[in-house]
């Protein structure tokens, strides 16, 4: 019967979760300082500002879990 493979851990999931922590503090301080201009919009634009700039930040996310996870980008 062959050894389970021993679970050696890496620095990728601390760094990578302090690092999506810290990105996501400063997207939020950059979509709130957006906030006056995206103000002076009517209604409508504004909710679909709000909801395009809710959404853009999870782009990058799947890539990003995947390095954290595995150390490859893709």
């Known amino acids: ?14 760094f990578g979760i302090l690092a999506l922590i810290l990105g996501l503090f ?3 301080l950059i979509v709130a300082g957006l906030s006056g201009p995206i103000s002076k919009q009517p209604v409508i634009a504004q909710t679909l500002i ?11 996310l799947r890539r990003f879990l995947i390095w954290m996870e595995t150390g490859r980008w893709g």
Request: hydrophobic residues 35%; aromatic residues 18%; neutral net charge.
């Open 50 to 60: 709000y909801v395009i700039l809710g959404t853009v930040w999870l782009l990058p």
């Open 26 to 28: 400063g997207y939020a």
């Open 1 to 14: 019967m062959d050894e389970p493979e021993t679970y050696k851990p890496t620095w990728r999931k601390p």
